[in-house]
């Protein structure tokens, strides 16, 4: 099992950019994949996107051409850098590791587009 905790988020206007961290509480050079997802208001949680340790990576559609995931393993920690926010992207963003067959997830951090 892993905990993991989320930061970064904010108030950010439109066409801004903020960089999510969600740091691990052991190495995540062993966990399987970590992920980002996230959940807008009267929405269901969606993917955002997931590395796995062999370094593949899935992000979705509607984001893809917007941000990097990226990894500090000297940190335990893996990012999130999101560019031109738009208000659609306002959500709660959770991370997410799979690790010795169990799903763990972080409590999540706001982030908030609006001018």
């Known amino acids: 099992q892993v905990h993991l905790v989320e930061s970064g988020g904010g108030l950010v206007q439109p066409g801004g950019s903020l960089r999510l961290s969600c740091a691990a509480s052991r190495s995540i050079f062993s966990i399987y994949r970590m992920g980002w997802y996230r959940q807008a208001p009267g929405k269901q949680r969606e993917l955002v996107v997931t590395l796995t340790s062999g370094g593949s990576t899935n992000y979705a559609d509607s984001v893809k051409d917007r941000l990097t995931i990226s990894t500090d393993n000297s940190k335990n920690t893996v990012y999130l850098q999101i560019n031109s926010l738009q208000p659609e992207d306002t959500a709660v963003y959770y991370c997410?590791?799979?690790?010795?067959?169990?799903?763990?997830w972080g409590q999540g951090t706001q982030v908030t587009v609006s001018s």
């Open positions: 997410n590791a799979v690790t010795d067959g169990l799903l763990n």
